[in-house]
């Protein structure tokens, strides 16, 4: 069964930077579609960034667009997400998933059904 791994999560200060990974065991993401999401306390989960299948597309949400840049690394079967700029309001807990032929926008907006979702990273964002 395929398992994902985030890393690089961690306590930075307002206009810090932080790089996340996310590892993938037990089966390839060449095909698929991947993806960041977070959840803040109290909030509902977003969709912060996504990849299609094949590095075709990419999606952000607003809130990240112009600071986060989500890539991928096929060779070590790894999805980065670089996140610039960071701001107290970026806290939250960050998990990677992956999806089967879709889009990059159409998997940053499920809310279910995923192939494999990590167990997680916590950023915390204060000076």
């Known amino acids: 069964q395929g398992q994902l791994v985030e890393s690089g999560g961690g306590l930075v200060q307002p206009g810090g930077s932080l790089r996340l990974s996310c590892a993938a065991s037990?089966?390839?993401?060449?095909?698929?579609?991947i993806g960041w999401f977070r959840q803040a306390p109290g909030k509902e989960r977003e969709g912060v960034s996504c990849?299609?299948?094949?590095?075709?597309?990419?999606y952000y949400a607003d809130s990240v667009k112009g600071r986060f840049t989500i890539s991928r690394d096929n060779t070590k079967n790894t999805v980065y997400l670089q996140m610039n700029s960071l701001k107290p309001e970026d806290t939250a807990v960050y998990y990677c998933?992956?999806?089967?032929?879709?889009?990059?926008?159409?998997?940053?907006?499920?809310?279910?059904?995923?192939?494999?979702w990590g167990q997680g990273t916590q950023v915390t964002v204060s000076s």
């Open positions: 037990g089966f390839t993401l060449d095909y698929r579609a």
């Open positions: 998933a992956v999806e089967s032929f879709t889009t990059a926008q159409a998997l940053c907006l499920m809310t279910t059904g995923f192939d494999a």
């Open positions: 990849m299609g299948q094949r590095h075709v597309g990419t």
